[in-house]
T-cell receptor, first 112, second 114 residues
Framework: SQQGEEDPQALSIQEGENATMNCSYKTSINNLQWYRQNSGRGLVHLILIRSNEREKHSGRLRVTLDTSKKSSSLLITASRAADTASYFC????????????FGRGTQLTVWP | DADVTQTPRNRITKTGKRIMLECSQT?????MYWYRQDPGLGLQLIYYSFDVKDINKGEISDGYSVSRQAQAKFSLSLESAIPNQTALYFC?????????????FGQGTRLTVV
């Protein structure tokens, strides 16, 4: 069963706007990771946030983690058409470090 | 050259046939994984291996088997392929040594069982 659930399932915005995707999960975690997948291609790691961290930045990406609510959000600022992809959150649980549980993903479309 | 290489990239096979998907990596990672992705769904873990002598079942291992021939090679077999095994298959690697790190994915194998 999937551990993470992303919301929304699909998001459509204009270039220059910000995109926010959310992820909820059910059990305690070691860390939470966000991945990007271009259509039919392999997943690419974007950012990892540990359970004792609340916010992390990488370029135009900002990730927050609220362990009390078991949720995370990924913010992409100043979106570009090239950001069009599916975005997945993956949780790394306490029992087996490294085994990831993926959500169903958010399909982001950025229009020029 | 890709760090995680999957072969073949595409394969069409008939129901009942045995098929093997191969994965090799040049990252020197100890951990390797096989995932399956169905349209509109996330990735589901089939098998994983934390070193050459370690094989573990994932969420959906029925109908699949794996072999870790070397640290760099991890193959997935479908002993008798069935149509509902039609999916996109990904191999991934990660390196831990006591800390959490990202996973690196291959480009995927698109398998169609007819």
């Amino acid at each position: 069963s999937q551990q993470g659930e992303e919301d929304p399932q699909a998001l459509s915005i204009q270039e220059g706007e910000n995109a926010t995707m959310n992820c909820s999960y059910k059990t305690s975690i070691n860390n939470l990771q966000w991945y990007r997948q271009n259509s039919g291609r392999g997943l690419v790691h974007l950012i990892l946030i540990r359970s004792n961290e609340r916010e992390k930045h990488s370029g135009r990406l900002r990730v927050t983690l609220d362990t009390s609510k078991k949720s995370s959000s990924l913010l992409i600022t100043a979106s570009r058409a090239a950001d069009t992809a599916s975005y997945f959150c993956a949780t790394d649980r306490g029992s087996t470090l490294g085994r990831l549980y993926f959500g169903r993903g958010t399909q982001l479309t950025v229009w020029p | 050259d890709a760090d995680v290489t999957q072969t073949p990239r595409n394969r069409i096979t008939k129901t009942g046939k045995r098929i093997m998907l191969e994965c090799s990596q040049t990252k020197g990672h100890d951990r390797m994984y096989w995932y399956r992705q169905d349209p509109g769904l996330g990735l589901q873990l089939i098998y994983y291996s934390f070193d050459v002598k370690d094989i573990n079942k994932g969420e959906i291992s029925d109908g699949y088997s794996v072999s870790r021939q070397a640290q760099a090679k991890f193959s997935l077999s479908l002993e008798s392929a069935i149509p509902n095994q039609t999916a996109l298959y990904f191999c991934a690697t990660s390196d831990h040594q006591g800390r959490a790190t990202e996973a690196f994915f291959g480009q995927g194998t698109r398998l169609t069982v007819v």
